[in-house]
């Protein structure tokens, strides 16, 4: 929930970056419908302030996570120990999304990384193409920035938008979670019902 007193804020901004940071570096963290939520609850409060620093604190944090995460690829190319990790990273990519972030990424580099992070399930495969293209660090953090800003401004929107739509805060922060479950879910459902029809 979004801090409301001054003891809360100083604890529920942190929390939220975080959490951000932390579901960026391992995607158990249901980032996307935390910041719906706080932005479901900030909207209820009439608190402008208070939308403006989620959305830097979620984008900072998206950040951060997505920067570190692909330094710390970059150092697994390179070790054993790390050469696992980044095994383990590449086992949650389904390899036909590989493969279409590698031939993307080829003719729209920036571009696409900067939308991997709006289409659910497409930052790992594109993180691990620029992996594999040997992309600099800096080019990366050029790409990854717009997208981590268009990401927290988007799961944003959702949840002024269930905020907008319900009279109640449970209400909206309830709708804006189940709408990012739905658009996470969304590519693995349509990617099964192509299998069982192709």
Same mark, same amino acid.
């Given at each position: !929930? =979004?801090?409301? &007193?001054?003891?809360?804020? /100083?604890?529920?901004? #942190?929390?939220l970056?975080? =959490? ?12 996307? /419908?935390?910041?719906?939520?706080? /932005?479901?609850? /900030? ?8 939308? *403006? *620093?989620?959305?830097?604190v ?5 950040? $951060? ?9 970059r150092?697994? !190319? ?7 990790? =980044?095994?383990? *990273? ?11 972030a ?11 990384? &900067? =939308? ?15 992996? !594999?293209?040997? !992309? ?12 981590? $800003?268009?990401?927290? $401004? ?24 189940l ?7 969304? #590519? ?11």
């Amino acid at each position: !929930m =979004l801090p409301t &007193t001054p003891d809360q804020q /100083a604890f529920g901004y #942190p929390s939220l970056f975080l =959490l951000v940071l932390i579901g960026a570096l391992v995607p158990v963290v249901p980032t996307g /419908a935390l910041v719906s939520t706080a /932005a479901v609850v /900030a909207f209820h409060q009439e608190a402008p302030f208070a939308l *403006l *620093l989620i959305f830097l604190v979620a984008a900072l944090g998206a950040f $951060l996570g997505d920067v570190t995460l692909y330094w710390l690829g970059r150092r697994g !190319m390179h070790s054993k120990n790390g050469s696992r990790w =980044l095994e383990a *990273l590449r086992a949650r990519a389904p390899e036909e999304r590989l493969e279409q972030a590698q031939e993307k990424l080829g003719e729209h580099e920036v571009a696409v990384l &900067t =939308l991997s992070r709006l289409v659910p399930a497409g930052r790992i495969p594109v993180m691990l193409a620029c992996l !594999m293209a040997k !992309m600099p660090m800096r080019t990366f953090a050029r790409g990854c920035l717009p997208a981590c $800003l268009a990401w927290a $401004l988007t799961y944003q929107l959702i949840g002024i938008l269930g905020g907008s739509l319900f009279p109640e805060p449970w209400e909206g922060v309830l709708a804006a979670v189940l709408l990012t479950v739905v658009i996470s879910a969304a #590519p693995a459902l349509w990617r099964r019902v192509r299998r069982a029809t192709g």
